[in-house]
């Protein structure tokens, strides 16, 4: 998969986004149904299949198929942010340990 620089977004997004899945590849044809669009500035650069998180989602696809959830605490005293890790095989037990 050829990606292009990032931009206002976390995600890297290949060259042919609005054609297939940014997070796994799959062809996305005519569907709109269940898919989420990427929007940078207003505009649309891409989407994510429904087996795929949203963009805005703080979890990624690896390319192992797993997906990995990161999210940053609160800062404490000391000024820094904890971040929290962790790596699941269902992206439903993802989300529901982001939640």
């Known amino acids: 998969m050829t990606t292009t620089t990032r931009s206002g977004s976390r995600i890297a997004l290949p060259t042919n986004a609005l054609k297939v899945c940014a997070s796994c590849g799959a062809a996305r044809g005519n569907t709109r149904q269940s898919w989420h669009q990427i929007t940078r500035d207003g505009a649309v650069v891409g989407w994510t299949c429904a ?49």
Request: glycine share 8%.
């Open 51 to 99: 087996s795929c998180p949203a963009a805005s989602e703080p979890i990624r696809r690896e390319a192992s198929g797993r997906f990995v959830a990161v999210v940053r605490g609160t800062a404490g005293a000391d000024g820094k942010r904890p971040q929290h890790k962790r790596r699941f095989d269902q992206l439903t037990a993802a989300r529901e340990w982001v939640e």
